[in-house]
């Protein structure tokens, strides 16, 4: 079924409510009209299951709509993905970060690690200083999550270097 058929539907029963109102004004035995008046009633539950189909169709509609554009944002972002590695970018603050070998004008960036894996690309910004202005805290405009690092941690691309070292090894704090 589809909207064109559920017009039809409602139309269809829009004539035969206005047959039955003809049929009524008739001079006819009670029988038919006792008859017509259920015809009628009928007529009015048959509209209102058809509204019902109409309203779900519509939201059906919406929905996968929506998912449509789910799937495309999806398929975009799974190129994007082939471009950014998980990296920790001091201890215990991780972002994902264009890879070296990738051919790229954008600006270096963090992307935030939770919103990346759900499908969003959403860039991290210097949002304030803590700890007495030690630290600046960088965060995603979406989700809200955030990493702290030091204020002088540059966000630049990583180098093919800082891609061999396993970045676990990576100790304390290491001021560029
Ligand atoms: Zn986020």
């Known amino acids: 079924m589809d909207g064109t058929s559920i017009f039809g539907a409602m139309q269809a029963l829009q004539f035969g409510a206005q047959t039955v109102n003809g ?4 001079k006819v035995s009670s029988e038919v009209q006792t008859k017509a008046i259920e015809l009628n009633s009928q ?3 048959a509209q209102g299951h058809i509204m019902a189909i109409q309203s779900d ?3 059906t509609i919406e929905e996968v709509k929506l998912l449509k554009e789910e799937i495309a944002r999806m398929k975009s972002i799974g190129g994007e993905r082939e471009k950014y590695i998980l990296h920790q970018v001091e201890r215990g603050a991780f972002a994902y970060i264009l890879k070296p070998s990738v051919d790229s004008s954008e600006p270096a960036h963090w992307l935030c690690v939770q919103c990346f894996d759900n499908g969003h690309k959403k860039i991290l910004s210097a949002n304030k200083r803590v700890t007495g202005g030690r630290e600046v805290e960088h965060q995603c405009p979406h989700c809200k999550n955030s990493i702290t690092v030091h204020h002088r941690r540059r966000i630049q ?3 093919e270097d800082e891609l061999k070292i396993q970045i676990d090894n990576i100790e304390g704090r290491r001021v560029d």
């Open 57 to 59: 169709y519509a939201a």
């Open 157 to 159: 691309r990583l180098t």
């Open 43 to 45: 007529i009015i539950a």
């Open 23 to 26: 049929l009524l004004a008739l």
